[in-house]
């Protein structure tokens, strides 16, 4: 009987100890490494069912613990012509991301479109078909550079919400509510549909089923606008913790590029699409 007891306070010493270190561990990690430490620094949105919340959060913790990543974007947008008509165009998207301060994005629809080299706080933006370009000096984080050319130029480059560390805080700010729709597939990939309604614009996100909790697809509706026009990206082709070259990021400018104004080539509604920051008045 004595030695029974001594084998059960034995293991529940064992699982007491277990507990702390797991504790100690996820302390260590929320403080020291400052990609998960800001990831998981995450408030639940009360206006949002909790199981739609918990698998936004979930992409979220993904992309953040994440430090270098690539996708492409086939985008489909809307554009208002005379009579409140609306037509749909084409895009096609390429990032590539490192989270200790390197970004590029490459968007070319066919209304025109924008590249975008971002390295260190220095950040050159070429707008196409014309060849302007500008430099800035931004933020060295890409966080904040992202919220620089939010406020000082009205600009938020197309699905740029999925490039913060902290994703959720981000794309739930200004929900009004949210809930989860079932599994679907998008192009052969198991999702979990989730959607939601705020004051400008509705959102749907599909979010990858299993271990690589990755946005496959988005739809933004801008229902204040007549006839609510609609940005839909289908994400594909991710690549994850793989190296990329420090050549993705360096600009590669036109020989016959002219420079000009940051807010000459960014004071353009046709090119700042795809964002749920952005309001409908920059459709």
Not at 36 to 65: C, K, R, V, W
Not at 98 to 112: A, C, Q
Not at 155 to 180: M, W
Request: proline share 4%.
């Amino acid at each position: 009987m004595v030695k029974e007891m001594r084998i059960s306070l034995n293991r529940t010493a064992i699982c007491l100890f277990a507990i702390f270190m797991i504790g100690v561990v996820i302390s260590n990690l929320n403080i020291t490494n400052p990609i998960y430490g800001n990831a998981f620094a995450q408030s639940t949105n009360p206006n949002i069912d909790p199981q739609a919340a918990e698998i936004l959060q979930n992409m979220s913790y993904f992309l953040g613990s994440k430090d270098e990543y690539t996708f492409k974007a086939e985008v489909m947008f809307d554009q208002l012509i005379s009579s409140n008509r609306k037509i749909q165009y084409s895009a096609e998207e390429k990032v590539y991301i490192k989270k200790n301060s390197n970004l590029t994005i490459e968007y070319v629809s066919d209304l025109g479109g924008y590249k975008l080299w971002f390295e260190d706080g220095k950040t050159t933006i070429l707008e196409l078909p014309t060849n302007l370009f500008s430099i800035a000096t931004l933020p060295a984080t890409i966080d904040q550079a992202l919220k620089k050319l939010k406020e000082k130029y009205n600009f938020t480059p197309a699905l740029s919400d999925l490039l913060f560390i902290n994703t959720y805080r981000v794309l739930t700010a200004n929900i009004q509510s949210g809930g989860y729709y079932g599994s679907s597939k998008v192009f052969g990939v198991k999702c979990e549909h989730l959607a939601f309604v705020q004051q400008d614009i509705d959102w749907q996100i599909w979010i990858e089923s299993g271990k690589r909790q990755i946005p496959r697809k988005l739809v933004i509706t801008y229902k204040n606008l007549p006839g609510a026009p609609q940005f839909i990206a289908i994400l594909r082709d991710w690549v994850i913790d793989r190296p990329i070259t420090n050549f993705a990021f360096k600009a590669d400018l036109p020989k016959l590029s002219q420079r000009t104004e940051m807010t000459e080539i960014l004071n353009k509604p046709r090119i700042n699409l795809g964002s749920v920051r952005a309001s409908g008045s920059n459709f």
